[in-house]
């Protein structure tokens, strides 16, 4: 069954600091997807990331980084100075191909990662 | 562009009291719907989803049942409240190419 595990419950740390969430998964397909998710206090979702099991090339946008291993079924996510406005809880999630439906199966999320900068 | 629309925004209501909150997407045809719910301080359990109109799985028994009326409208129900049954709402949809988005969510308190 899939399952996704976000060990860190919250996190806190000063601004400029970097920080790293981490995220591991269970699946039993090779072809599946991976995500991270925003959540600030207003709650709605704000996507981050999306990437397919085929491809394992780190990824950067701006102060953000993603580390995708296979090998150790692990999808972490890295925040370089790290400022206030990133204060909010992190969600991983996996979907898999639903065998009859292109859009895919439903996300399964993590338990999510609560991160508080402060100043 | 596709949109999808989640009301209310906030909703208070008594133990035993009916539910009923509404999703609609536009801008796509024949979307995945699927319900969420995030109680307090915790993760986004899947609720339902549905491929079709007419066709819901449900992936948590519960005091909840959703339906899809129409082909971009999804609500989720109850007949009797439970306070169990407080927490954050949100439906989100995705039609190919593994997008997912979701509304802006609706906040449930049972009293």
């Known amino acids: 069954a899939q399952k996704v595990t976000q060990a860190q419950t919250e996190i806190s740390v000063v601004e400029k600091e970097d920080v790293t969430l981490d995220c591991v998964y269970e699946?039993?397909?090779?072809?599946?997807?991976l995500f991270w998710y925003k959540q600030p206090p207003s709650g709605e979702l704000v996507f981050l990331i999306r990437r397919n099991s085929f491809d394992e090339q780190n990824e950067i946008s701006g102060r953000y980084s993603w580390n995708f291993q296979k090998s150790t079924s692990s999808f972490n996510f890295t925040i370089t100075a790290s400022q206030v406005v990133d204060s909010a809880v992190y969600f991983c999630?996996?979907?898999?191909?639903?065998?009859?439906?292109?859009?895919?199966?439903?996300?399964?999320f993590g338990k999510g990662t609560t991160l508080s900068v402060s100043s | 562009s596709q949109t999808i629309h989640q009301w209310p925004a906030t909703l208070v209501q008594p133990v035993g009291s009916p539910l009923s909150l509404e999703c609609t997407v536009e801008?796509?045809?024949?979307?995945?719907l699927y319900w969420y719910r995030q109680a307090a301080g915790r993760g986004l359990q899947l609720l339902f989803y549905s491929v079709g109109i007419g066709q819901i799985s449900s992936e948590v028994p519960q005091n909840l049942s959703a339906s899809r009326p129409q082909d971009r409208q999804f609500i989720l129900s109850s007949k009797k409240l439970l306070l169990s049954d407080s927490g954050f709402y949100l439906c989100a949809w995705s039609a190919g190419n593994y997008g997912y988005t979701f509304g802006s969510g609706t906040r449930l308190t049972v009293v």
């Open positions: 801008g796509t045809s024949n979307p995945n």
């Open positions: 699946t039993r397909d090779t072809t599946y997807y």
């Open positions: 999630a996996l979907s898999e191909p639903h065998p009859l439906d292109q859009a895919g199966t439903a996300l399964i």
